[in-house]
Every structure is written in structure tokens, then in C-alpha cells.
């Protein structure tokens, strides 16, 4: 959830730190701090966004070669100025960043307090801080040993970078079930939460393992250890990112940038993967366990959030076109209950960071009862990707805005070639529906790119709209997850209640908030039940609400009863949502610009969920 940076070397600290944590601030804006030692420990740190950051420091001694940065999601304490990370040990000798929680936090707490350890915030990190400095006076230990003693006795989980007034040339650094990676520079080290705020700098990274601590000194040198004492070596590994990547490139969000990027990002997650001339799909990562995959006696989805939405899809286009049983679990739920899971499964994480906690504890208890794991991901060498058996990249590029858009239809696309492929390797599907289909993929990029040209339309709708309390959005089949999501963007960002429902689920309930101020977005585009979508849209308008409908170009009918239409290009059925789900993201967008809210970063949320 927060974000983590750290330097150490012959440059100044400072500026490396306050980019990283500005690159980083989709990981976490309740409050933002950095350490910098130069002989003094000095720690600055403030409540709200980066920027008041920035603010604060001005005119202070800012002059140092090592330091430490952390922007924060808050779990333990209210966002505020005492519990906004750097915290430090009670001698002020350590200070540390954190990334996680510590469970067992309260135990050590009144442990310290008994030995005179006093706290001053609410967080768990300080509990932490203290510890390593208990065994640090306790037995006279270097920082690299006091900190490796005390997370033998924490539970939980942790990123946490650490310095030493008394050792000013050295970093500690560790994980367990939140990431962590080392960049190695010329002569001289980054630390990052992701690869974002080191590529400016360089592209060769070393991926922290779980238990793993990393002592960085100044002069160049890089070990790693295990908790248990057991040196690693490092293995290092180049990062494929454009710096052009992290920046808005003229647009006024990042979540406008990338859903305008979807064009691109999902031409670029089929290449080399389908070929329509050629008539096949290839995914690497299902061939090399083909026989396993195709014979399975079940498949589980485990996700939260907007995978489980493109999983919920995925159940739809393996069940329709591969015959092979779905289960879409959320991941959270998945992992806290007893499952019947066998060897004869196959689970498949899907996850943008790979990193999220719930999906990750899903993936051990399933490989601990022999299923397959297969890991569907965007953050090439995340800890889902590394962890799983096999998997497939979306190849979507780094997704800043904390609502999801173009890793959504990355994912999508992944499973929809992945449904593709085992529904031909199944024989379930003809070789000529087969084609229809490849065709029609490879004719999506350009589909999208047509159907963005209506955004000032959408804009328009928008202004309709903005001022409601309430939403409804409705679908069928392949198209009710894209209600789901359609809805979960509009929370998300504009903090519109809104719903997701089956169409026909309907008259069970939400019927009954149903008048003239709820606005009822339909996604009336599937040609198998249209004559239930147009009914649902008349019972609807019966009883005064407001009809927003996606349907097909050229749809003559709905056209008549809804308030307004959006058009989207005409395509096989099952591959629909690719193109319906992008007028709802464009109509969040345009909904929460007009209600002043911000867009990249809503209030409560951030991108990458790595505690419970």
C-alpha cells in the first residue's frame, strides 16, 4: 500500500527521494516523509500529499547523501503529522520506513513499554523501530543484526527500509509479503517499493525475496542475507520501462492517459500471441503445461476488486467456448475458508501489481493442496509472477491512476485469448468460429480506437448526471461483470453510490429505488437476450428513471426508449466487453472531473493492496 524509496551514494539524497515519492504517490497520499543523514538524523514529515511535503522542507538543511522517503496508506493511526512515516527508535538513532502491517504489534508493545520504551503514535512501525532498538542496546548488535533479531519475532507483513545515525554509510533493507527492489546504479544504490522510482536512474534491479535482508553500503558492496542467517547471491535482472511511461504526456489525469492508451496496450498484449491471417493463439505459459491445463477438472479464478470483475468475464468465455467448469473466488475470501481444492485444479491469480496480499495467500494455500497455479499480472517480476508455476504478462505498462482502465481490458484480453486457446486445443468450438473469433480480436485495437471518438458525448451524458446520489447499472451474460465495473468505477472516483446487477435480478429488489433522479446505465448490446434488455429498459422507464444505454451501432430500437444511447462498434458476443466497459470508464472519468474530485488519486484507495 505505501510507498517506499531510499538512497544511498555520492548524490544528493534529497532530490532522488522527493521524484520517487512523487512516482510512488498512487501507492499511498494520506502523508509523506524522508530521513537524511549526513552526521545529523534529520526527519521531515508531513500530512496530505507530496506536495505539502515539498512545501515544509523548503529553506531546511536539506544536504545529504543517504536518506529514506515513504508516502503512506494509513492502516494503524489516523493520517497525521506524528504517525506519517520516517518513525524513529526512542535514542533517535534509527530511523525506518515501512511498507505493511506488523499483527503481533501490540504484544511487543507493552513487552517495550515494560523494558521503558516510550511511543508517541499509533502506528505499528514504531513498535517495530523500538524493537530493533531494544536489540540493538540489549546486546550491542551492528543494525544489520538488531534489525535481522527483531523481525524473527514479528508476525505480519513488511517492506522496511532502515539507517543508523552511527553507521552513516550503510542501508538495511527487508521483506516479507510486501516488495521490495534494489537498483544498482554506477556507484551508487536505489531502493523502491517497484521499479518506478529507479529506471530514471538505472534499469538493473535486484527483486527481494520473502525473509531476505539486504545490507547496502556506501562503498559499493551488496549482501543478502536470510532471516535465518544464510547468505543469497544477488540476482540481478534489467527492467524493460520507458521514463516517458511514468509522466501524463499532455493529458490533465493519468486515468485519462490510460484509457486512451487502451488501443495500444491491448494490440500490444496479443502480439506475438494471435495471429488471424495464420489462425492460432499461442500463450507460452499454457503451452508448457497444455496437457495439464486442457484436462483439468475445474479452474478457480482468485481476485479482488477489478480482476475479480475480468474473472467473472473469464467464467463466462471458458465455460461458453472451453467447456471446462469456472469458479471466480474472491481471494480474500478464498484464503479464510476451508476450499476443496485438488491437484487436479487449476488456479489462476489475476492481479495488475501481483502483489496483492489476499491473491498471493490464495495462490500459497492452493499450491500447499497441489493445484496448478497460474499468475496473470502486469508488474513483470512481481511476487505473483514469480511464485506461481506458470503464467502470462499483460503487457499493459505501468497503470498510475488508481482506478483501473487499461489493465482491466489487459486482463481481459489475456483470458479471452486464453479461453481461445484451450477451447481449440479442446476441440469444443469449430475451426471456423474459431477464426471468426481470432479475426474479431485482432480487429479490437482498432475497435476502441473508433469508439473513443465519442468522448464528447459521453462528456455531455456526463454533465447530465453528475449532480445524482445514486446508480444503477445493469447487464447480461458476458456484459453483467461490465455493470459490475462499470459501477465500481463510478465509486471509486466520483463517490457516487452506485450498484452492479444482473438485468433480470432487477425487479428482485432495486426495482424499488427506481424514479426520476437514479440514472440507469444499461449495457444493452448482446444480441442473445435483447429482447429481455429492451423489457428491462421499459420497466424501467415505467416507473420515471433515467435510461443510459451502450448498445450496438445502428440499434434502431433502444434508441426510441432510452434517454440517451452510446454507440459501440459491432463484434462477436463474447468479446463485447472489450468495447462496452470503455464508454463507462470515459463517463466515471468525465463525472468526477465535473464533481472536483481527484481523479488519479480518490480518497481512501491506493493502487496496489499488499496488507490484508
Same mark, same amino acid.
Given at each position: !500500500?505505501?510507498?517506499?524509496?531510499?538512497?544511498?551514494?555520492?548524490?544528493?539524497?534529497?532530490?532522488?527521494?522527493?521524484?520517487?515519492?512523487?512516482?510512488?504517490?498512487?501507492?499511498?497520499?494520506?502523508?509523506?516523509?524522508?530521513?537524511?543523514?549526513?552526521?545529523?538524523?534529520?526527519?521531515?514529515?508531513?500530512?496530505?500529499?507530496?506536495?505539502?511535503?515539498?512545501?515544509?522542507?523548503?529553506?531546511?538543511?536539506?544536504?545529504?547523501?543517504?536518506?529514506?522517503?515513504?508516502?503512506?496508506?494509513?492502516?494503524?493511526?489516523?493520517?497525521?503529522?506524528?504517525?506519517?512515516?520516517?518513525?524513529?527508535?526512542?535514542?533517535?538513532?534509527?530511523?525506518?520506513?515501512?511498507?505493511?502491517?506488523?499483527?503481533?504489534?501490540?504484544?511487543?508493545?507493552?513487552?517495550?513499554?515494560?523494558?521503558?520504551?516510550?511511543?508517541?503514535?499509533?502506528?505499528?512501525?514504531?513498535?517495530?523501530?523500538?524493537?530493533?532498538?531494544?536489540?540493538?542496546?540489549?546486546?550491542?548488535?551492528?543494525?544489520?543484526?538488531?534489525?535481522?533479531?527483531?523481525?524473527?519475532?514479528?508476525?505480519?507483513?513488511?517492506?522496511?527500509?532502515?539507517?543508523?545515525?552511527?553507521?552513516?554509510?550503510?542501508?538495511?533493507?527487508?521483506?516479507?509479503?510486501?516488495?521490495?527492489?534494489?537498483?544498482?546504479?554506477?556507484?551508487?544504490?536505489?531502493?523502491?517499493?517497484?521499479?518506478?522510482?529507479?529506471?530514471?536512474?538505472?534499469?538493473?534491479?535486484?527483486?527481494?525475496?520473502?525473509?531476505?535482508?539486504?545490507?547496502?553500503?556506501?562503498?559499493?558492496?551488496?549482501?543478502?542475507?536470510?532471516?535465518?542467517?544464510?547468505?543469497?547471491?544477488?540476482?540481478?535482472?534489467?527492467?524493460?520501462?520507458?521514463?516517458?511511461?511514468?509522466?501524463?504526456?499532455?493529458?490533465?489525469?493519468?486515468?485519462?492517459?490510460?484509457?486512451?492508451?487502451?488501443?495500444?496496450?491491448?494490440?500490444?498484449?496479443?502480439?506475438?500471441?494471435?495471429?488471424?491471417?495464420?489462425?492460432?493463439?499461442?500463450?507460452?505459459?499454457?503451452?508448457?503445461?497444455?496437457?495439464?491445463?486442457?484436462?483439468?477438472?475445474?479452474?478457480?479464478?482468485? &481476485?479482488?476488486?477489478?480482476?475479480?470483475?475480468?474473472?467473472?468475464?473469464?467464467?463466462?468465455?471458458?465455460?461458453?467456448?472451453?467447456?471446462?467448469?469456472?469458479?471466480?473466488?474472491?481471494?480474500?475470501?478464498?484464503?479464510?475458508?476451508?476450499?476443496?481444492?485438488?491437484?487436479?485444479?487449476?488456479?489462476?491469480?489475476?492481479?495488475?501489481?501481483?502483489?496483492?496480499?489476499?491473491?498471493?495467500?490464495?495462490?500459497?494455500?492452493?499450491?500447499?493442496?497441489?493445484?496448478?497455479?497460474?499468475?496473470?499480472?502486469?508488474?513483470?517480476?512481481?511476487?505473483?509472477?514469480?511464485?506461481?508455476? &506458470?503464467?502470462?504478462?499483460?503487457?499493459?505498462?505501468?497503470?498510475?491512476?488508481?482506478a483501473s482502465t487499461k489493465?482491466?481490458?489487459?486482463?481481459?484480453?489475456?483470458?479471452?485469448?486464453?479461453?481461445?486457446?484451450?477451447?481449440?486445443?479442446?476441440?469444443?468450438?469449430?475451426?471456423?468460429?474459431?477464426?471468426?473469433?481470432?479475426?474479431? !480480436?485482432?480487429?479490437?485495437?482498432?475497435?476502441?480506437?473508433?469508439?473513443?471518438?465519442?468522448?464528447?458525448?459521453?462528456?455531455?451524458?456526463?454533465?447530465?448526471?453528475?449532480d445524482a446520489t445514486n446508480?444503477?447499472?445493469?447487464?447480461?451474460?458476458?456484459?453483467?461483470?461490465?455493470?459490475?465495473?462499470?459501477?465500481?468505477?463510478?465509486?471509486?472516483?466520483?463517490?457516487?453510490?452506485?450498484?452492479?446487477?444482473?438485468?433480470?435480478?432487477?425487479?428482485?429488489?432495486?426495482?424499488?429505488?427506481?424514479?426520476?433522479?437514479?440514472?440507469?446505465?444499461?449495457?444493452?448490446?448482446?444480441?442473445?437476450?435483447?429482447?429481455?434488455?429492451?423489457?428491462?429498459?421499459?420497466?424501467?422507464?415505467?416507473?420515471?428513471?433515467?435510461v443510459i444505454a451502450i448498445?450496438?451501432?445502428?440499434?434502431?430500437?433502444?434508441?426510441?426508449?432510452?434517454?440517451?444511447?452510446?454507440?459501440?462498434?459491432?463484434?462477436?458476443?463474447?468479446?463485447?466487453?472489450?468495447?462496452?466497459?470503455?464508454?463507462?470508464?470515459?463517463?466515471?472519468?468525465?463525472?468526477?472531473?465535473?464533481?472536483?474530485?481527484?481523479?488519479?488519486?480518490?480518497?481512501?484507495?491506493?493502487?496496489?493492496?499488499?496488507?490484508?
Amino acid at each position: !500500500m505505501c510507498g517506499i524509496v531510499a538512497y544511498i551514494g555520492k548524490k544528493q539524497a534529497y532530490p532522488i527521494l522527493i521524484k520517487g515519492l512523487r512516482r510512488l504517490e498512487y501507492r499511498g497520499y494520506d502523508s509523506a516523509g524522508v530521513a537524511l543523514l549526513n552526521g545529523e538524523l534529520n526527519v521531515f514529515k508531513r500530512k496530505g500529499k507530496v506536495k505539502e511535503l515539498e512545501n515544509f522542507v523548503e529553506g531546511k538543511n536539506l544536504d545529504a547523501t543517504v536518506g529514506i522517503g515513504h508516502t503512506r496508506w494509513a492502516t494503524h493511526g489516523k493520517p497525521d503529522d506524528i504517525n506519517a512515516h520516517p518513525h524513529s527508535s526512542g535514542n533517535g538513532r534509527i530511523s525506518l520506513i515501512h511498507n505493511g502491517i506488523i499483527e503481533n504489534y501490540a504484544v511487543l508493545k507493552t513487552l517495550l513499554e515494560k523494558e521503558g520504551h516510550t511511543f508517541v503514535s499509533e502506528t505499528d512501525t514504531e513498535v517495530l523501530v523500538h524493537l530493533i532498538e531494544e536489540y540493538q542496546n540489549r546486546e550491542n548488535l551492528p543494525i544489520e543484526e538488531a534489525v535481522r533479531m527483531a523481525l524473527k519475532k514479528v508476525v505480519g507483513a513488511y517492506a522496511i527500509v532502515v539507517m543508523d545515525k552511527q553507521d552513516p554509510d550503510k542501508l538495511v533493507a527487508a521483506r516479507k509479503a510486501s516488495p521490495l527492489v534494489i537498483g544498482i546504479g554506477e556507484d551508487d544504490f536505489f531502493i523502491g517499493s517497484d521499479a518506478t522510482p529507479i529506471i530514471e536512474y538505472t534499469n538493473k534491479v535486484v527483486y527481494l525475496n520473502d525473509e531476505e535482508i539486504a545490507v547496502i553500503t556506501k562503498d559499493g558492496d551488496l549482501q543478502i542475507k536470510t532471516i535465518g542467517n544464510v547468505e543469497h547471491t544477488p540476482f540481478v535482472e534489467h527492467v524493460e520501462m520507458e521514463i516517458e511511461m511514468l509522466e501524463k504526456g499532455g493529458y490533465d489525469y493519468f486515468m485519462l492517459k490510460e484509457i486512451y492508451q487502451q488501443p495500444a496496450t491491448i494490440a500490444d498484449c496479443m502480439r506475438g500471441r494471435l495471429n488471424a491471417e495464420e489462425g492460432w493463439v499461442f500463450l507460452g505459459g499454457v503451452e508448457e503445461h497444455s496437457n495439464r491445463i486442457i484436462n483439468a477438472d475445474r479452474i478457480i479464478i482468485a &481476485a479482488c476488486g477489478t480482476s475479480w470483475h475480468a474473472g467473472l468475464i473469464a467464467e463466462y468465455l471458458i465455460e461458453d467456448l472451453a467447456r471446462i467448469p469456472v469458479e471466480v473466488e474472491y481471494a480474500s475470501e478464498l484464503r479464510y475458508r476451508n476450499p476443496i481444492i485438488t491437484e487436479k485444479d487449476i488456479v489462476i491469480a489475476l492481479s495488475q501489481s501481483g502483489e496483492t496480499a489476499d491473491t498471493m495467500a490464495a495462490l500459497e494455500l492452493s499450491k500447499e493442496k497441489g493445484a496448478l497455479t497460474y499468475g496473470i499480472v502486469n508488474v513483470v517480476g512481481s511476487s505473483i509472477a514469480r511464485f506461481t508455476d &506458470a503464467g502470462s504478462y499483460i503487457h499493459a505498462g505501468p497503470e498510475i491512476g488508481v482506478a483501473s482502465t487499461k489493465a482491466f481490458t489487459g486482463q481481459v484480453t489475456l483470458l479471452t485469448m486464453l479461453a481461445l486457446s484451450l477451447a481449440h486445443k479442446r476441440g469444443t468450438i469449430s475451426k471456423s468460429y474459431f477464426q471468426q473469433l481470432v479475426n474479431e !480480436m485482432e480487429n479490437i485495437p482498432a475497435k476502441v480506437e473508433k469508439l473513443l471518438k465519442v468522448n464528447p458525448q459521453i462528456e455531455f451524458i456526463a454533465g447530465e448526471i453528475k449532480d445524482a446520489t445514486n446508480a444503477l447499472y445493469l447487464g447480461r451474460g458476458y456484459n453483467f461483470p461490465i455493470a459490475l465495473e462499470g459501477a465500481l468505477k463510478l465509486k471509486e472516483i466520483s463517490y457516487i453510490h452506485a450498484e452492479g446487477y444482473p438485468a433480470a435480478e432487477m425487479k428482485h429488489g432495486p426495482i424499488a429505488l427506481i424514479d426520476e433522479n437514479m440514472p440507469v446505465i444499461v449495457i444493452a448490446t448482446n444480441k442473445s437476450a435483447y429482447e429481455k434488455i429492451v423489457s428491462n429498459i421499459q420497466e424501467v422507464k415505467a416507473r420515471k428513471g433515467m435510461v443510459i444505454a451502450i448498445v450496438t451501432e445502428g440499434d434502431k430500437v433502444i434508441g426510441k426508449i432510452a434517454d440517451y444511447t452510446i454507440e459501440i462498434p459491432d463484434t462477436d458476443e463474447p468479446l463485447t466487453p472489450l468495447l462496452s466497459v470503455i464508454p463507462l470508464q470515459l463517463l466515471s472519468y468525465h463525472i468526477a472531473v465535473m464533481r472536483e474530485c481527484n481523479v488519479d488519486q480518490p480518497r481512501n484507495l491506493a493502487k496496489s493492496v499488499t496488507v490484508e
